[in-house]
């Protein structure tokens, strides 16, 4: 059973989870988290069939338990094409093998928190999504309720993507939840806020372009033939300051 922690900065490493860690894993589980996992999901943890985990121990330990889990991460890697945010992801409709790692769980004893460790689990994840060529994001949902968890996500720079209205259901009642994404490997929501705000640029300017030359066009359909002639030269002048001058406007923008 986990005891509280003796020394003030304790010496944490960390590990992949193992069949020795399941009873420690269920209590830390139970203790945290108000939905109730199966036995199933534990053994699969710890035998790593289908996820992938790391630990959180701390080696400080002077009572002989310097072996057992203080935190915990557990993930799964899924395909982009069969995961609920693959419109989020931007990506070669043609490859059909990218990937995506999920968080399940994460978490960290109470006496051992505030000390980093929940960061250090989450790039692990991180870097273990990188090393993965055909991986393009970690991604994970937050209950609604949980700011703190909300908070540490947004300052692990991952971006709040989505709400989803009632999408746990926790003791007789629904609760919102939020989805988070990290991008890796070049991958990226498919249409950003910076990629909206230029792709309307260039549309406008363009948009511009046109209305400009459709004004020259009826204002030279307006002006008598012999003005025309006699002026000729000054309209042409006139005609290509404009045009430049709109020109040079876009390269502003």
Not at 104 to 125: C, D, F, K, P, W
Request: with cysteine.
């Amino acid at each position: 059973m986990l005891e509280p922690r003796s020394s003030p900065r304790p010496t944490i490493a960390y590990r992949p989870i193992r069949p020795s860690d399941l009873e420690v894993l269920e209590q830390i589980h139970a203790a945290l988290f108000p939905i109730r996992y199966e036995r199933e999901f534990f053994l699969n943890v710890v035998n790593g069939n289908g996820i992938v985990s790391w630990g959180a121990i701390d080696v400080s330990r002077s009572d002989g338990q310097s072996d057992e889990l203080v935190g915990f991460i557990t993930t799964r890697i899924i395909t982009a094409k069969d995961s609920e945010i693959e419109d989020l992801i931007r990506y070669n409709t043609t490859r059909k093998d990218l990937t995506l790692v999920y968080i399940l769980t994460l978490g960290v004893a109470e006496h051992y928190r505030n000390l980093g460790i929940a960061t250090s689990l989450v790039q692990e994840v991180i870097k273990y999504a990188t090393s993965i060529s055909n991986c393009r994001a970690v991604y994970l949902h937050v209950i609604s309720y949980n700011q703190p968890a909300i908070d540490f996500y947004k300052k692990m720079s991952f971006k709040l993507v989505r709400r989803l209205p009632k999408f746990y259901y926790i003791r007789g009642q629904h609760y919102d939840s939020y989805l988070f994404v990290y991008y890796v490997n070049g991958g990226r929501s498919p249409c950003s806020p910076l990629e909206m705000v230029a792709a309307f640029a260039v549309y406008f300017r363009g948009f511009l372009k046109i209305l400009v030359g459709k004004v020259w066009k009826n204002d030279a359909k307006n002006i008598p033939r012999w003005s025309k002639c006699r002026e000729s030269s000054g309209l042409l002048m006139t005609e290509n300051k404009r045009i430049i001058g709109v020109e040079d406007t876009s390269q502003c923008v």
